[in-house]
Structures are given as structure tokens and as C-alpha cells.
């Protein structure tokens, strides 16, 4: 994930949003989920309903332009579910 630990990469996608910068948040986040996609794959039996929910939660507000809440899913929302060790680890 170049660079940047993945703790580094959500605290500045949550800055972009925060400020309006979403085409570089939302660059920002596609890199993320791609380095989430193997985490999920090798944690796939630990995740449940709230892991779920999060993720979906996240692709919604991003496809309906809600940056201040995806802001929030990854501030508030995602340290309270299992994806916080990928936060974490990477």
C-alpha cells in the first residue's frame, strides 16, 4: 500500500472528506480497499453482520456523494468492528 500504513491512509481519506477534497479522498480510498481485499480474504471466517454492514454502509455513502458520513464511518464506525486490526496490521 505504497508508502503510507493503512492507519496513515484512513486518517487522511477522513481529512480529505472532511475538507471537501473527495476526488483525492475517493483515490485515496480505492487504494485502501484494495489493500483490505486480501485482509478479508485471509480474515473471511472472522467477519460477521457489523464488518458487513460497515462496508456496505461505506460504498453507499460513497456512491451517493456523503462524504462527511463515510468521514465518519471510518472514524467512529470502522475502530468498533473486527476491520480495525487491518487498520492495525497494514
Do not use: W
Amino acid at each position: 500500500m505504497s508508502d503510507k500504513t493503512a492507519a496513515q491512509r484512513c486518517q487522511a481519506i477522513i481529512q480529505l472528506l472532511r475538507v471537501g477534497m473527495e476526488a483525492q479522498a475517493h483515490s485515496e480510498l480505492a487504494r485502501l480497499m484494495d489493500a483490505l481485499l486480501p485482509y478479508l480474504q485471509r480474515h473471511a471466517n472472522d467477519m460477521g453482520p457489523a464488518e458487513v454492514a460497515l462496508i456496505n454502509n461505506m460504498v453507499e455513502a460513497q456512491s451517493r456523494g456523503d462524504s462527511l458520513f463515510l468521514a465518519d464511518l471510518l472514524q467512529y464506525e470502522l475502530p468498533q468492528t473486527k476491520l480495525a486490526g487491518f487498520v492495525e496490521e497494514g
